[in-house]
């Protein structure tokens, strides 16, 4: 149901974002994981909501979360990462470089490189030019800098409160019918 209050920019560009339910839930629920996550800063980042998973021996699925820091001298595409602990979707750890500080829940990207770089995983993975991404995200990336070259033009404008409301609305909605498709279909 939709709620009775102002949705933020930040709630809206998460519901927008390729994640599961629980996910959502969880960034929503722990206020430094949603506080580490880029992807939720359109004033410096773009989110070209592009997410990559694998599963390594571990157990553990990875979310490799894409994001275009376009406020830079020279933007470049970020990779942070989100760890499902067990692949269980009980428990999220984000690994990123992060301005606030640690949690239990939001760790530096140094931590993940020690934890999974056996997998494969290496510093180069972290920050990427849009020839380095993955070829099936290379549109979407160049996509991300289209926009972000039009923000640059004259001063940013607020999003009327109004129309953040009538698209979280909208997405939501989509989502519950995606949702409701998908457990018929498993039924």
Aim: proline fraction near 4%; aromatic fraction near 10%; charge should be positive.
């Amino acid at each position: 149901m939709f709620m009775n209050r102002n949705i933020t920019l930040e709630e809206l560009i998460l519901e927008l974002m390729p994640f599961s339910e629980e996910l959502v839930n969880w960034c929503k629920s722990h206020a430094k994981f949603l506080a580490a996550l880029k992807n939720v800063y359109p004033k410096k980042f773009i989110s070209p909501a592009m997410i990559v998973t694998s599963y390594p021996k571990s157990g553990d699925e990875i979310i490799g979360v894409y994001t275009y820091h376009h406020e830079m001298k020279n933007p470049i595409f970020k990779q942070d990462f989100i760890v499902n602990k067990g692949n269980l979707s009980q428990e999220f750890t984000l690994y990123s470089r992060n301005p606030t500080g640690s949690s239990k829940y939001v760790k530096d990207i140094k931590d993940f490189l020690a934890k999974y770089g056996t997998y494969g995983y290496d510093m180069r993975s972290h920050h990427l030019s849009l020839e380095e991404l993955p070829a099936q995200l290379q549109e979407r990336g160049r996509e991300a800098i289209k926009l972000a070259e039009k923000m640059k033009i004259g001063v940013a404008q607020e999003i009327p409160q109004e129309h953040i409301d009538k698209i979280y609305k909208e997405v939501v909605s989509i989502k519950r019918k995606d949702r409701y498709i998908k457990q018929k279909l498993n039924s």
